[in-house]
């Protein structure tokens, strides 16, 4: 199926693919600024809705099916000339690789993508350049998971090895839930590549974002996540900060620049996400692609740095360097739960400052996250990362209290 819309745009004419897209509320701003590198096509399982304003095209694919996928690029490059192909989820990665080959477009390597698409083969090669790491062991049987996990030993965390699905990632603190914790890494991974194990590690969880420089691949910006219990055993975010004075900045970007050199990544946008542990950051896994374009978006408030346009233009084969202007801290915090009671008050359908300092934003429907179901989302700003945080607190419970007495 295939959807047209008008596009105005003074920039480039040349269409940019985009595999896949998302909710309103955390895409929105990325559809704007990836609008203005070039008309977008967008290649998504269902026909666009509040997307269509912002594209030239769309078509419906089955995105985990490469000939699908390959068949609906071609149909739209027929008629015109592809500038590039971009993807912010890691299960799409291989797909925009395929296209990027058969098309001979510009953009991320074939070495980076086969190097970031398998944990186990990015643990190895950060090993080999002694590069601190979770150590993933691969398996593609229970049994050698059994292994695997005497060998990490708990607790510790299973998940596939190259994912179909987000957040299929899960703490196994025994033996008992080992079994169920393959089963369902089994059931998200790609068809041969098994799972991982690897430890669990204390620490504080922090993601490096990394963007082009005139010196080279940078590190711009890093985040802190806190994982929902409600979630648990899986590992699904529940609160994102990104702050413009990290006081973990130099520690990080240390690891991150090493662990750059050992892939062999030489541009473009990566993220690297690791744990701070007692012993120093270790990294735990690598995309050479953005995955969230709502961090994006955070990332643009606290540092003046438009990710997400810089990624499209890279998609394209050009350069986009901007300016910083370090502004404090910004913070999102989902509104998620099992979807047995409502998180917003009645009559809650636009977005709304509940403080001074934060608002709210809820979804037209929940959608699912991992093993949760997720309404909406409260941003919050603040000078640093422990403003940013309260405010955040504040506001939850402002909300929390609106529910209550509604």
């Given at each position: 199926m295939s959807t047209h819309a008008p596009h105005q745009d003074d920039g480039p004419t040349e269409p940019l693919v985009i595999l896949g897209s998302g909710p309103q509320a955390e895409w929105e701003h990325a559809m704007q600024r990836l609008a203005a590198v070039g008309p977008p096509i967008l290649i998504d399982t269902e026909p666009p809705t509040w997307q269509r304003p912002h594209l030239a095209a769309a078509r419906t694919a089955n995105l985990l099916g490469p000939p699908q996928v390959v068949n609906a690029v071609a149909k739209s490059a027929s008629t015109q000339s592809i500038a590039g192909v971009l993807t912010f989820h890691p299960a799409?990665?291989?797909?925009?690789?395929?296209?990027?080959?058969?098309?001979?477009?510009?953009?991320?390597?074939?070495?980076?993508?086969?190097?970031?698409?398998?944990?186990?083969?990015?643990?190895?090669?950060?090993?080999?350049?002694?590069?601190?790491?979770?150590?993933?062991?691969?398996?593609?049987?229970?049994?050698?998971?059994?292994?695997?996990?005497?060998?990490?030993?708990?607790?510790?965390?299973?998940?596939?090895?190259?994912?179909?699905?987000?957040?299929?990632?899960?703490?196994v603190t025994g033996l008992p839930e080992l079994a169920e914790a393959f089963a369902a890494a089994t059931a998200a991974t790609w068809p041969g590549t098994g799972i991982v194990i690897e430890p669990l590690f204390d620490g504080i969880e922090a993601t490096a974002f990394i963007s082009d420089s005139p010196s080279g691949p940078t590190t711009v910006a890093i985040s802190h996540a806190t994982f929902d219990p409600q979630a648990e055993p899986a590992l699904l975010p529940v609160e994102v900060v990104v702050d413009a004075e990290d006081v973990c900045a130099p520690a990080v970007e240390d690891t991150a620049s090493r662990a750059l050199a050992a892939l062999g990544h030489r541009s473009g946008p990566a993220q690297i996400r690791m744990r701070i542990t007692s012993t120093g950051p270790r990294v735990i896994s690598v995309t050479a692609h953005l995955t969230d374009p709502l961090i994006g978006m955070l990332i643009e408030q606290v540092t003046g740095i438009d990710i997400i346009s810089q990624a499209g233009h890279h998609a394209c084969g050009r350069a986009l360097l901007t300016d910083e202007s370090r502004l404090g801290a910004s913070a999102v915090r989902f509104l998620q739960g099992h979807g047995t009671s409502p998180l917003l008050p009645p009559s809650t359908v636009a977005p709304h400052d509940i403080t001074p300092y934060a608002s709210r934003q809820p979804y037209p429907a929940e959608y699912r996250v991992g093993t949760l179901r997720r309404s909406g989302h409260i941003l919050a700003s603040g000078t640093d990362y422990p403003q940013a945080t309260a405010r955040l607190c504040n506001a939850a419970a402002e909300l929390r209290a609106a529910r209550l007495s509604a």
């Open positions: 799409h990665a291989r797909r925009a690789d395929l296209l990027r080959r058969k098309l001979a477009l510009p953009g991320l390597s074939h070495a980076m993508t086969d190097a970031t698409t398998l944990r186990h083969r990015t643990a190895q090669l950060l090993s080999a350049a002694d590069v601190d790491n979770s150590g993933a062991l691969n398996a593609h049987s229970y049994d050698q998971a059994l292994k695997a996990a005497h060998q990490a030993r708990f607790p510790l965390v299973c998940k596939p090895a190259s994912p179909r699905t987000r957040y299929a990632a899960r703490q």
